[in-house]
């Protein structure tokens, strides 16, 4: 026979806590950073990049190998913020695989090239 319940939590704090509404922790689906100006859309939804990722994702140019500086998942040797350096980290992979016995040497540099010569174009 209790009369009395003890409130664990008032109904105010909770709606102060903001709810559920936002997640504890957002990252970049891409660079899994933490921090960012602004959240941007990406090809997992609205919100799921950060600022620099989602610029690249809507410019067609957010390579595998794209990762800004800041990233926590950013490793030198793989990874430039700078988009001419991910194009030649690219073509080196390429060049890489191709040395290591992939028969398509021919057309791999021609693309390389081709790649170039379209960033020059546009740069
Ligand atoms: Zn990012």
Known sequence: MTQKKKKKRKSSTAAA???DEAPPVRKCMHCEIQKTPQWRAGPMGPKTLCNACGVR???GRLFPEYRPAASPT???ALHSN???KVVEIRI???QRAAAAGL?????VSKDSCD???YIRGRE
């Open 92 to 94: 080196k992979a390429s």
């Open 17 to 19: 806590a903001g709810g």
């Open 115 to 117: 790649l170039l010569a």
């Open 103 to 107: 028969p398509s040497l021919e057309s």
């Open 57 to 59: 994702y809507k410019s």
């Open 82 to 84: 700078s988009h001419k």
């Open 74 to 76: 950013f490793v030198p």
